[in-house]
């Protein structure tokens, strides 16, 4: 069975802090897609990122970078620099490589960035 | 960027009458779900659907929901008689194939009373 661990319910920092989530998946297949979602206050969910398991590069987006180890099953995300606008909910979510799989999502992790 | 688009965004209705959520996924997609996410927790998966049938469904997923494409453009999920339970966000998605990215609508927040 698939699950996702995010043990970070909530975080505190203040504007132009760094910030790290953690997340810790378990799956028993070899091939799979890791994401993370942002969840506004508004609701949404907002895609930003998905990774293979096959690729282990660590991928940077403007201020926002991930760390996949696969030998620690963790893809954590990094917020730098952070500002109030990146107040949100993060899921962490994993999926298998079928063609109808579905998305096992984490608790999430609430980002609080205050001014 | 296409997005997947859901009605109401917010549904309020009497525990045990039936509520019909709705989706249009983006037009060339072919896999379409439905998660949800009580206040507070985590989005779970409840149903995917693909070649006009129901390919996986959760737990969750019981005899009281159901899902349909009535046409080539919706996608929508029943719920018979609503429980209290039932208040959450419901998430429609769709994507094209099984290597693109899952897209989300903005969600329904349905509250049962």
């Known amino acids: 069975a698939q699950k996702v661990t995010q043990a970070q319910t909530e975080i505190s920092v203040v504007e132009k802090e760094d910030v790290t989530l953690d997340c810790v998946y378990e799956t028993r297949d070899t091939t799979y897609y890791l994401f993370w979602y942002k969840q506004p206050p508004s609701g949404e969910l907002v895609f930003l990122i998905r990774?293979?398991?096959?690729?282990?590069q660590n991928e940077i987006s403007g201020r926002y970078s991930w760390n996949f180890q696969k030998s620690t099953s963790s893809f954590n995300f990094t917020i730098t620099a952070s500002q109030v606008v990146d107040s949100a909910v993060y899921f962490c979510?994993?999926?298998?490589?079928?063609?109808?799989?579905?998305?096992?999502f984490g608790k999430g992790t609430m980002l609080l960035v205050s001014p | 960027e296409p997005e997947v688009t859901q009605t109401p965004s917010h549904q309020v209705t009497q525990m045990g009458q039936e509520v019909i959520l709705r989706c249009v996924p983006i037009s060339n997609h072919l896999y379409f779900y439905w998660y949800r996410q009580i206040l507070g927790q985590k989005v779970e998966f409840l149903v995917s659907?693909?070649?006009?049938?129901?390919?996986?469904k959760s737990e969750i997923f019981d005899d009281q929901f159901s899902v349909e494409r009535p046409d080539g453009s919706n996608f929508t999920l029943k719920i018979r008689s609503t429980k209290l339970e039932d208040s959450a966000m419901y998430f429609c998605?769709?994507?094209?194939?099984?290597?693109?990215?899952?897209?989300f609508g903005s969600g329904t927040q349905l509250s049962v009373l």
């Open positions: 990774r293979n398991s096959f690729d282990e």
């Open positions: 979510a994993l999926s298998e490589a079928a063609g109808y799989s579905t998305l096992t």
């Open positions: 998605a769709s994507r094209g194939d099984s290597r693109e990215k899952l897209f």
């Open positions: 659907f693909y070649n006009n049938e129901i390919s996986e």
